[in-house]
């Protein structure tokens, strides 16, 4: 157990609508970081947080967005979904940035019919 | 080109055997993960190093900076060893670059 909790583990929807993913991280860890794996392009990074604060961005689409809330969880928007949106979206955290160990949730394997 | 290079991208051995997963990046970077990823999905971090070799039971890591390249071994391989193997940087503070991964099989 990372200690990393992500819900749901499996999400069904259809396009056009509008998810949350969410993720609780390792208690102590400031960082989250949000990936993204599909069956055609591997593991791609979204955006990670530190402390509540956006701190760096990777291949987010702009109908994404997520946030870190007071208590450090975050949360992943997904809205306007298109099939291609179906993969396994991946939750991180770290005590601090890049040079922290990481931390993983199982995963929210998200299909959009 | 990917910014991150991994090779072989799979690899098949028989338990007991030394097993060597390459990983090669052109970007300058503050840390390198390897990651273990199992069938079911699930992201297990390995090691994270900025220089020179770490070693956790029959793993072994190691990254040459100047070359820009890492290893990790593994020792004795066994067949719960099987899994995808990632080799993940980070660069420009804290964005993660993932190699494409070498998949792994063991058999007894």
């Known amino acids: 157990d990372s200690g990393v909790t992500q819900t749901p583990k499996h999400l069904i929807t259809a396009t056009g609508q509008r998810v949350t993913l969410r993720c609780s991280p390792r208690?102590?860890?400031?960082?989250v970081y949000w990936y993204q794996q599909s069956l055609d392009q591997g593991l791609q990074f979204l955006i990670q947080?530190?402390?509540?604060?956006?701190?760096a961005k990777g291949n987010i689409l702009e109908r994404f967005s997520a946030q870190q809330f007071p208590d450090l969880h975050s949360e992943l928007n997904l809205s306007s979904l298109e099939l291609g949106d179906s993969a396994l979206y991946f939750c991180?955290?770290?005590?601090?940035?890049?040079?922290?160990?990481?931390?993983f949730g199982e995963g929210s394997r998200l299909t959009v019919l | 080109k990917n910014e991150v290079e991994q090779s072989p991208q799979n690899l098949t051995a028989q338990e007991g055997e030394f097993i060597t997963i390459n990983c090669s990046y052109s970007?300058?970077?503050?840390?390198l993960h390897w990651l273990q990823q199992h069938p079911g999905g699930g992201i297990v971090s390995l090691f994270m190093?900025?220089?020179g070799k770490k070693k956790h039971g029959r793993l072994i890591a190691t990254i040459n900076i100047q070359e820009k390249h890492s290893s990790l071994h593994i020792t004795a391989s066994h067949p719960r060893d099987s899994a995808v193997y990632i080799c993940?940087?980070?660069?420009?503070?804290?964005?993660?670059?993932f190699g494409t991964g070498t998949r792994l099989q063991v058999f007894p």
């Open positions: 993940a940087v980070f660069y420009n503070t804290d964005k993660l670059i």
């Open positions: 970007v300058g970077i503050s840390a």
């Open positions: 208690s102590g860890d400031l960082s």
């Open positions: 947080y530190y402390n509540g604060e956006e701190r």
């Open positions: 190093l900025s220089s």
């Open positions: 991180a955290s770290s005590v601090a940035s890049s040079t922290g160990e990481l931390f």
